[in-house]
């Protein structure tokens, strides 16, 4: 069984930086895929970034392309989201996902929510104005 731990969320204002981690624990799995999605209330679960094995070619949402940063420790069975320049319309539960199936070549790393098993309950980040 995977379980997935989301931290680092919390209040800042607008222009702040945060870091979340994601760290999955249980035994005999390899999480490939990666990935962070936020949800408003009201709203449906959006795509945020994501990273494959290998960390390269991360995918990102266009809202968040050059202030967002997704990386990962394999070793420590941890990914990040760096976020930078945090803006009031970022304020969301931010879920982290993974997934045991292996991607490679053209949609990957997924970027939809039917691409991943396994969830985390989510941290809570709000921007103010």
């Known amino acids: 069984q995977v379980q997935l731990v989301e931290s680092g969320g919390g209040l800042v204002q607008a222009g702040d930086s945060l870091r979340l981690s994601c760290a999955a624990s249980g035994r005999g799995f390899t999480l490939y895929e990666m990935g962070w999605f936020r949800q408003v209330p009201g709203k449906e679960r959006e795509f945020v970034a994501a990273v494959g094995w290998t960390g390269a070619n991360p995918a990102y949402a266009d809202s968040v392309k050059g202030r967002f940063t997704i990386s990962r420790d394999n070793a420590k069975k941890t990914a990040y989201l760096q976020m930078s320049g945090l803006k009031p319309e970022d304020t969301a539960v931010y879920y982290c996902?993974?997934?045991?199936?292996?991607?490679?070549?053209?949609?990957?790393?997924?970027?939809?929510?039917?691409?991943?098993?396994?969830w985390g309950q989510g941290t809570q980040v709000t921007v103010s104005s």
């Open positions: 996902a993974a997934d045991n199936h292996y991607c490679s070549g053209y949609g990957c790393p997924r970027t939809r929510e039917a691409g991943y098993d396994y």
